[in-house]
């Protein structure tokens, strides 16, 4: 989290910029304390909308959509505690069809596995068949969009721990920026330099 | 969670001289100057009033809380395609609700109306099936106006580049605001294929004006608040000077459900819920509706009486009618450099060569492309990764990673033709939490709005393959069923058969109720309705001034 005091030594960096065009960073820092907000830590705390076992299915299933590799997945980004978060405060209205999806899932995996106890206790290989074979529902879909919100959501909303789905993409959360934005128009105002 | 700056408070029974339905876009503008002109006004809006330190960077909570936004638990509507169809429950507008309306989260993009626009019929000649007819008032008549939206609001843009132009009086009062990547690459593929690329007017000042602070390209306009208050945004602008004049009252938390008319049917102000539920009547002189085009033609038909049964102001039947959402077309490709679009403003560039598309290709239409990046990180989740990718897992995983800050975006927007089927009006079964009949919205894109859209998307391909786009993709052209831009629901003429409003954006029927907001609209345009719904405010309050000092209201 950035704090005032890191986030006024970021603004320092561009001092220059600020001051050219009118803003001061005490005036930056000022209109951002809300736009930047602490986030979320509810590690440790009883789940108010999940069983644990319905958080340990959810949680296999989010690992599936972003999967740990050699950068973070949904597990790392505390995707569970996100919508354990959301559909408790934020949209208690989508607690039914969340929950029904999350039941048409353990349905499946049974279904296509008649020994399986549950989700969660299907070898990884089995879980992506499972998946798989109702990719196009709406259980799905809804399953998979709690997923990518909770990966790149706000840290103030539970999930994105770290903020490890904005490094993944490169997403910054700056709030400020100068000119040159990116490589191309860096690129021209180099060239226009050099003209003049 | 209000701003309570200190303001004149009016009693219900006070009457004052206007009552505003609306302080969005069009309402804060009528507001600050009728205000400014000595009257008393009180502009009730049905969201709250935040401060812009209240706004948040949060995807997520804006969208999911419709923080700023219609509220489609309280609010629903329902959606059909024709008349003949059953509507169903479903999002199927979406409007700001918010002292300062939809300019509060709109992404600035800040263009006039051409001369064309005005008077498209009758140099085209009529389209069957649809409504199109010429405006009662042309390009001439309003360009003052845009002048003074562009000056009074804050305008950034670069007058006089574009042949496409038309004509103004005035420059842009600020600069351009520095190109990102995508306008240089746009550019120089528009020029490389003959067309004439320019730098995008946006509301967003590119300096400081008149004590605001300029753009800090934070890179979140479209869909959230400013908190600089660098978007020209009614909200730092017309909101504060309209209080300041000490005639104005801005009562939000206020969800009015009818225009109230004396026994010689004349408006004598509008009842509405408070924050608490509770009903008051606020009188007045006169009322002006500016609710935009879906909730405007709703009030009127919830306002029926013994003496409109087919809701206030509808003698001609066409209240609610003629709903024109603009047309959208989005293209995108990913290139080798980072172009980091997630920051600053989302449209540097722009071309409007395709403004009155050739008759010969045989349907009718035009348009504008804009370099626009459309994403936010959650939102590039769910639409940046094109359909040859899998939608999950390590492969989909690496291609976000890959392509965020390397995706560029070109948007079409286009015309949507006025059908008269295509409308708002008042569902048989659903209510909105205040037990008022919710909207229902019909809405089928005429055959040339989806040909016109098609072709500017097959413009927007082949810049960025001229651009030299890896894989250009598109998001196919589909009939849509929600609407952004709500235009044409109430529309002005001068013949009260086949109009709402007059050329003032007074109603045909009642003498002392106006209407001004997208649903003044006769045409659409090409999808940047915004500076004209405001220079219409800004000439509607003018009319009204003139009409009410020399007692003709």
């Given at each position: 989290m950035t704090t005032r005091r890191t986030f006024l030594s970021q603004a320092a960096a561009s001092l220059s910029v600020l001051y050219m065009t009118g803003i001061t960073p005490d005036l930056l820092s000022q209109a951002h304390e809300h736009a930047k907000a602490a986030p979320l830590n509810l590690d440790g705390q009883p789940f108010r909308f999940f069983t644990p076992q319905q958080a340990a299915d959810y949680e296999a299933f989010a690992v599936q959509i972003f999967p740990t590799d050699d950068t973070p997945g949904a597990k790392e980004a505390n995707v569970v505690r996100f919508v354990d978060f959301a559909l408790s405060e934020i949209e208690p209205h989508n607690k039914e069809d969340f929950a029904k999806a999350l039941h048409a899932l353990n349905d499946q995996a049974k279904k296509a596995n008649p020994q399986a106890a549950s989700f969660a206790a299907l070898a990884p290989a089995k879980q992506t068949e499972v998946m798989k074979s109702m990719e196009k529902s709406d259980d799905f879909g809804i399953l998979r969009a709690y997923t990518l919100v909770g990966f790149f959501c706000d840290p103030a909303d539970g999930g994105n721990k770290d903020k490890v789905g904005w490094k993944l993409i490169g997403f910054k959360d700056d709030f400020y920026y100068a000119p040159p934005f990116g490589y191309y128009d860096e690129q021209l105002m180099n060239e226009q330099k050099e003209k003049a | 969670m209000s701003a309570s700056p200190q303001q004149r408070k009016y009693k219900l029974t006070d009457q004052v001289d206007f009552l505003i339905v609306g302080c969005g876009a069009s309402g804060s503008v009528l507001a600050r100057e009728l205000s400014r002109n000595g009257f008393s006004v009180v502009a009730l809006e049905q969201g709250p009033w935040l401060d812009r330190k209240q706004f948040t960077h949060d995807e997520y909570r804006v969208q999911a809380q419709n923080l700023l936004t219609n509220n489609p638990q309280k609010q629903p509507t329902t959606f059909r395609k024709t008349p003949n169809d059953t509507a169903k429950k479903r999002q199927a507008v979406v409007y700001g609700r918010i002292v300062g309306g939809g300019t509060v989260h709109f992404t600035?993009?800040?263009?006039?109306?051409?001369?064309?626009?005005?008077?498209?019929?009758?140099?085209?000649?009529?389209?069957?099936?649809?409504?199109?007819?010429?405006?009662?008032?042309?390009?001439?008549?309003?360009?003052?106006?845009?002048?003074?939206?562009?000056?009074?609001?804050?305008?950034?843009?670069?007058?006089?580049?574009?042949?496409?132009?038309?004509?103004?009086?005035?420059?842009?009062?600020?600069?351009?605001?520095?190109?990102?990547?995508?306008?240089?690459?746009?550019?120089?593929?528009?020029?490389?294929?003959?067309?004439?690329?320019?730098?995008?007017?946006?509301?967003?000042?590119?300096?400081?004006?008149?004590?605001?602070?300029?753009?800090?390209?934070?890179?979140?306009?479209?869909?959230?608040?400013?908190?600089?208050?660098?978007?020209?945004?009614?909200?730092?602008?017309?909101?504060?000077?309209?209080?300041?004049?000490?005639?104005?009252?801005?009562?939000?938390?206020?969800?009015?459900?009818?225009?109230?008319?004396?026994?010689?049917?004349?408006?004598?102000?509008?009842?509405?819920?408070?924050?608490?539920?509770?009903?008051?009547?606020?009188?007045?002189?006169?009322?002006?509706?500016?609710?935009?085009?879906?909730?405007?033609?709703?009030?009127?038909?919830?306002?029926?009486?013994?003496?409109?049964?087919?809701?206030?102001?509808?003698?001609?039947?066409?209240?609610?009618?003629?709903?024109?959402?603009?047309?959208?077309?989005?293209?995108?490709?990913?290139?080798?450099?980072?172009?980091?679009?997630?920051?600053?403003?989302?449209?540097?560039?722009?071309?409007?060569?395709?403004?009155?598309?050739?008759?010969?290709?045989?349907?009718?239409?035009?348009?504008?492309?804009?370099?626009?990046?459309?994403?936010?990180?959650?939102?590039?989740?769910?639409?940046?990764?094109?359909?040859?990718?899998?939608?999950?897992?390590?492969?989909?995983?690496?291609?976000?990673?890959?392509?965020?800050?390397?995706?560029?975006?070109?948007?079409?927007?286009?015309?949507?033709?006025?059908?008269?089927?295509?409308?708002?009006?008042?569902?048989?079964?659903?209510?909105?939490?205040?037990?008022?009949?919710?909207?229902?919205?019909?809405?089928?894109?005429?055959?040339?709005?989806?040909?016109?859209?098609?072709?500017?998307?097959?413009?927007?391909?082949?810049?960025?393959?001229?651009?030299?786009?890896?894989?250009?993709?598109?998001?196919?052209?589909?009939?849509?069923?929600?609407?952004?831009?709500?235009?044409?629901?109430?529309?002005?003429?001068?013949?009260?058969?086949?109009?709402?409003?007059?050329?003032?954006?007074?109603?045909?029927?009642?003498?002392?109720?106006?209407?001004?907001?997208?649903?003044?609209?006769?045409?659409?345009?090409?999808?940047?309705?915004?500076?004209?719904?405001?220079?219409?405010?800004?000439?509607?309050?003018?009319?009204?001034?003139?009409?009410?000092?020399?007692?003709?209201?």
């Amino acid at each position: 989290m950035t704090t005032r005091r890191t986030f006024l030594s970021q603004a320092a960096a561009s001092l220059s910029v600020l001051y050219m065009t009118g803003i001061t960073p005490d005036l930056l820092s000022q209109a951002h304390e809300h736009a930047k907000a602490a986030p979320l830590n509810l590690d440790g705390q009883p789940f108010r909308f999940f069983t644990p076992q319905q958080a340990a299915d959810y949680e296999a299933f989010a690992v599936q959509i972003f999967p740990t590799d050699d950068t973070p997945g949904a597990k790392e980004a505390n995707v569970v505690r996100f919508v354990d978060f959301a559909l408790s405060e934020i949209e208690p209205h989508n607690k039914e069809d969340f929950a029904k999806a999350l039941h048409a899932l353990n349905d499946q995996a049974k279904k296509a596995n008649p020994q399986a106890a549950s989700f969660a206790a299907l070898a990884p290989a089995k879980q992506t068949e499972v998946m798989k074979s109702m990719e196009k529902s709406d259980d799905f879909g809804i399953l998979r969009a709690y997923t990518l919100v909770g990966f790149f959501c706000d840290p103030a909303d539970g999930g994105n721990k770290d903020k490890v789905g904005w490094k993944l993409i490169g997403f910054k959360d700056d709030f400020y920026y100068a000119p040159p934005f990116g490589y191309y128009d860096e690129q021209l105002m180099n060239e226009q330099k050099e003209k003049a | 969670m209000s701003a309570s700056p200190q303001q004149r408070k009016y009693k219900l029974t006070d009457q004052v001289d206007f009552l505003i339905v609306g302080c969005g876009a069009s309402g804060s503008v009528l507001a600050r100057e009728l205000s400014r002109n000595g009257f008393s006004v009180v502009a009730l809006e049905q969201g709250p009033w935040l401060d812009r330190k209240q706004f948040t960077h949060d995807e997520y909570r804006v969208q999911a809380q419709n923080l700023l936004t219609n509220n489609p638990q309280k609010q629903p509507t329902t959606f059909r395609k024709t008349p003949n169809d059953t509507a169903k429950k479903r999002q199927a507008v979406v409007y700001g609700r918010i002292v300062g309306g939809g300019t509060v989260h709109f992404t600035a993009n800040y263009w006039r109306f051409h001369e064309i626009d005005f008077i498209e019929a009758s140099k085209k000649g009529t389209i069957a099936g649809t409504g199109f007819a010429d405006w009662p008032i042309t390009y001439s008549d309003l360009e003052p106006y845009y002048t003074k939206a562009e000056w009074e609001l804050g305008v950034s843009g670069q007058a006089g580049v574009s042949p496409f132009d038309p004509p103004r009086s005035k420059p842009y009062p600020l600069p351009p605001m520095p190109v990102k990547s995508s306008g240089v690459l746009f550019e120089q593929a528009a020029r490389k294929l003959g067309y004439h690329p320019f730098p995008a007017p946006v509301a967003v000042i590119s300096q400081a004006y008149q004590g605001r602070l300029p753009c800090a390209h934070c890179g979140f306009c479209q869909g959230f608040g400013c908190e600089m208050g660098a978007k020209s945004s009614p909200l730092p602008t017309m909101v504060p000077q309209a209080v300041a004049t000490g005639r104005c009252e801005i009562r939000p938390h206020s969800y009015v459900r009818k225009i109230e008319l004396n026994s010689s049917g004349r408006a004598i102000g509008a009842v509405y819920f408070d924050e608490h539920g509770k009903e008051n009547l606020q009188h007045a002189k006169a009322v002006i509706v500016s609710s935009n085009g879906s909730e405007t033609p709703r009030l009127l038909l919830l306002s029926k009486s013994n003496r409109f049964p087919d809701g206030l102001a509808n003698s001609s039947g066409l209240v609610g009618k003629y709903l024109m959402f603009n047309t959208d077309a989005l293209a995108q490709g990913t290139f080798e450099h980072p172009l980091n679009e997630y920051k600053s403003i989302e449209v540097t560039r722009i071309v409007q060569d395709f403004y009155e598309i050739d008759a010969k290709l045989g349907f009718y239409g035009g348009g504008g492309l804009g370099a626009r990046f459309l994403w936010n990180p959650i939102s590039f989740a769910f639409g940046g990764v094109p359909p040859t990718v899998p939608q999950w897992g390590s492969e989909y995983k690496k291609y976000l990673a890959k392509n965020f800050n390397y995706t560029m975006m070109i948007m079409g927007h286009g015309t949507s033709l006025p059908v008269a089927d295509n409308s708002i009006s008042l569902d048989d079964t659903v209510k909105d939490a205040w037990g008022l009949p919710a909207m229902r919205v019909t809405y089928k894109d005429h055959p040339d709005d989806l040909k016109t859209s098609n072709f500017l998307n097959q413009k927007s391909l082949e810049i960025l393959a001229t651009a030299g786009a890896q894989n250009p993709w598109s998001f196919p052209i589909e009939e849509q069923n929600l609407g952004y831009h709500l235009l044409g629901t109430c529309r002005m003429g001068t013949d009260p058969k086949s109009s709402v409003i007059n050329a003032d954006h007074r109603t045909h029927d009642v003498p002392n109720l106006f209407l001004c907001d997208g649903s003044s609209m006769v045409t659409g345009g090409r999808g940047q309705p915004t500076c004209t719904i405001q220079a219409l405010a800004f000439r509607a309050a003018d009319r009204i001034t003139s009409l009410a000092k020399t007692g003709r209201i």
